[in-house]
């Protein structure tokens, strides 16, 4: 039996999310709130692992009301129980205020086996959320799994990506992983999932609910050690743009030539 | 504790098998520049076993001092004595900044450094600044390389992880010495363990000076054939796009990208690849970089300083030729 949580955040669709270069900020009302994609990978194991030693697999996530759309989502993909922490005291958190909150709401779960982290977000791109859980909860900590090998009640052995290197690296439970994309392909919700989940109650939790467990000055923006001075969207750089259309055979000329003049071809070694 | 009562800037030093990691000397680099902006010193802190000479390099690209813990344990990465000793460090020399590269080791232990010390930490940055109050203005990337954030730290030691290939290391000057102060390491219960190693093989594309990147255009996987005479004819590696490995054909070694590698190449070319934003976040820094697309209006062009379009089909062996023909 093994008890899995999984924390998610809800991102913007990337592909379609628009930034508004006068006002200096991400325009979230262009695209629909999503799982974020690594996420779905960190859920696809956990859904596997309960799969092979029996359990429950718990998904977390601090943010608006509106991300109870991807918890519910979710649910249609194999989580038994889904807990949104919402409320204006979690707001403007960096990943030390965001890892301090989702910590305590684990600590208030109780009993816990496995955390499953992706191994970033698509738009924070930090990775730093969830080794910052492992050291609030004082648990052990894997990053960067690209493949589970082995896990039983008491132990799990993954392979971990360093660089050019993979490690096979074993931990005794509780542990926490934080999970590449190429660990699994994550499973697409049936209808009757999606009809289920519909239903299905999302717990919410606020920052009352953590009184027991966790600090309250610790939350959200004022909790949170870093700020942020200001956004700056970059105008591409001055590039050369030149474009060489007609014979592939001139062009080749033209380009290896201007190549050459730039010192990367030829004289340059 | 007061933010006054931390001074200098620390680089923590990243070895594997011995050999220190590149990033640790632009490390060096940029926090040399740092400190003499704002008259502190800058030190490494190195944990390893038996590193000997090695430590040199610190001083020769830039450490004034630098603080060593020697123990067999540190010969692997190992996360809970790394971070447990690192932390015992801090506490003790209380640098005003920390300066992490944004390795996989790195960006591992880091966070769990900032957490247990409980300081802000700021992630794979791309640039370092110094503000009006002689704070560290930490610039980072986010959502793929469209916006810049830049941010600050209330508190002490302020920590950042800094993205490999961004910062220019000093000259390797081996006149300069310093001082190489020897801690003692406090072992901790390690609780993980190692139990096997493997290699994805030689191709370390983060480090070539020129990459020949494939995507899309490219019909099958041994059409990449033609991507690696160019790129023998080069002097570069073959990486290609995301797309090209979820379908097998290549390793994710060799992928560019949001989740692939991030590179920074002198010349990077792009044969038939549109430019999704995922792709052109991992190689927006390359020096030139030259596309080769049968679409012009493939994003690609957009941040090319050199495009062809055409058929790549037609178009690469003809700059196959050429490359050979001038080097």
Redesign the interface.
């Known amino acids: 039996m093994a008890d899995i949580i999984v924390p998610i955040k809800q991102v913007p669709d990337?592909e379609r999310?628009k930034?508004d270069t006068e006002a200096?900020r991400?325009d979230r009302s262009s695209a629909s709130g999503e799982i974020n994609p690594f996420d779905l990978n960190a859920l696809e194991a956990a859904v596997q692992l309960k799969d092979k030693l029996g359990g429950t697999v718990t998904t977390i996530s601090m943010g608006p009301p509106m991300a109870e759309s991807s918890l519910r989502d979710s649910l249609a993909r194999g989580a038994d129980r889904a807990i949104l922490l919402a409320g204006k005291e979690f707001a403007g958190a960096?990943?030390?205020a965001t890892?301090y909150v989702l910590a305590s709401a684990i600590k208030k779960l109780g009993k816990f086996d496995i955390i499953i982290c992706g191994e970033k977000t698509?738009?924070?791109?930090?990775?730093?959320?969830?080794?910052?859980v492992?050291?609030?909860l004082s648990i052990?900590?894997?990053?960067?799994v690209s493949e589970v090998r082995e896990a039983d009640a008491n132990s799990i052995?993954v392979?971990a990506?360093?660089?050019?290197?993979?490690?096979?690296?074993?931990?005794?439970l509780p542990?926490l992983l934080t999970v590449?994309?190429?660990v699994n392909v994550p499973r697409l919700p049936s209808f009757q999932d999606k009809m289920k989940a519909r239903k299905a109650e999302i717990e919410t939790w606020g920052a009352a609910d953590l009184a027991d467990v966790a600090d309250a000055a610790n939350f959200g923006l004022k909790g949170?050690?870093?700020?942020?001075?200001?956004?700056?969207?970059?105008s591409?750089e001055g590039?050369?743009?030149?474009?060489?259309?007609g014979s592939?055979?001139e062009?080749?000329?033209k380009?290896?030539a201007?190549?050459?003049e730039?010192g990367?071809?030829?004289s340059?070694? | 504790m007061n933010n006054e009562d931390y001074k200098g800037l620390m680089v923590f030093a990243e070895q594997?098998e011995g050999k220190i990691h590149p990033v640790s000397y632009e490390l060096l680099g940029k926090g040399t520049e740092i400190a003499q902006q704002l008259g502190i010193e800058v030190s490494a802190v190195l944990l390893g076993s038996g590193m000997g000479d090695e430590i040199n390099e610190l001083f020769y690209y830039g450490a004034e001092k630098v603080y060593y813990l020697d123990n067999p344990k540190f010969a692997d990465?190992d996360?809970?004595n790394y971070?447990h000793n690192i932390c015992r460090l801090v506490d003790d020399v209380k640098p005003e900044t920390l300066l992490v590269g944004a390795?996989?080791?790195g960006?591992?232990?880091?966070?769990?450094i900032?957490?247990?010390l409980?300081?802000?930490?700021?992630?794979?940055c791309t640039a370092l600044e110094v503000?009006n109050e002689g704070n560290l203005?930490?610039i980072r990337?986010?959502?793929?390389?469209?916006?810049?954030?830049?941010?600050?730290?209330?508190?002490r030691p302020q920590m950042a992880t800094v993205r490999y290939k961004v910062m220019q290391k000093l000259g390797r000057d081996t006149s300069k010495t310093g001082e190489v102060i020897r801690k003692d390491a406090e072992i901790v219960d390690s609780?993980?363990?190692?139990?096997?190693?493997?290699?994805?093989?030689?191709?370390?594309i983060?480090e070539a000076d020129?990459v020949v990147c494939g995507g899309r255009g490219l019909k099958s996987a041994g059409d990449f054939q033609l991507l690696e005479d160019l790129a023998g004819a080069?002097?570069g590696t073959v990486g290609c796009t995301r797309p090209v490995v979820d379908d097998g054909w290549l390793g994710?070694?060799h992928q560019v990208g949001?989740?692939g590698n991030t590179v920074k190449p002198?010349?990077y070319v792009a044969v038939g690849v549109s430019g999704s934003?995922?792709h052109l976040a991992g190689m927006r820094d390359s020096?030139?970089?030259?596309a080769v697309n049968a679409d012009?209006s493939a994003p690609i062009?957009?941040?090319?300083?050199?495009?062809?379009?055409?058929?790549l089909y037609?178009?690469v062996p003809?700059?196959t030729?050429?490359?050979r023909?001038?080097?």
């Open positions: 990337m999310v930034f200096g991400i960096d990943t030390w890892s698509v738009d924070g791109d930090t990775g730093q959320v969830g080794p910052e492992a050291e609030w052990p900590h894997i990053a960067y052995t392979l990506e360093m660089e050019s290197d993979r490690f096979a690296m074993k931990s005794p542990t590449t994309k190429d949170s050690p870093t700020r942020l001075n200001k956004v700056v969207i970059p591409e590039r050369k743009g030149e474009v060489f259309r592939p055979d062009a080749a000329k380009v290896a201007a190549l050459q730039a990367v071809l030829g340059a070694k | 594997r990465f996360l809970l971070k390795t996989h080791l960006r591992s232990l880091a966070p769990r900032a957490a247990a409980s300081t802000g930490l700021t992630a794979d503000g203005v930490q990337p986010a959502f793929s390389g469209n916006i810049f954030a830049h941010i600050r730290t209330t508190t609780v993980m363990s190692i139990v096997g190693k493997e290699s994805m093989g030689g191709v370390n983060a020129v080069l002097g994710k070694e949001f989740s002198k010349l934003p995922q020096d030139v970089i030259l012009p062009f957009k941040l090319a300083d050199y495009g062809i379009v055409g058929d037609d178009v003809k700059l030729a050429e490359a023909a001038r080097s």
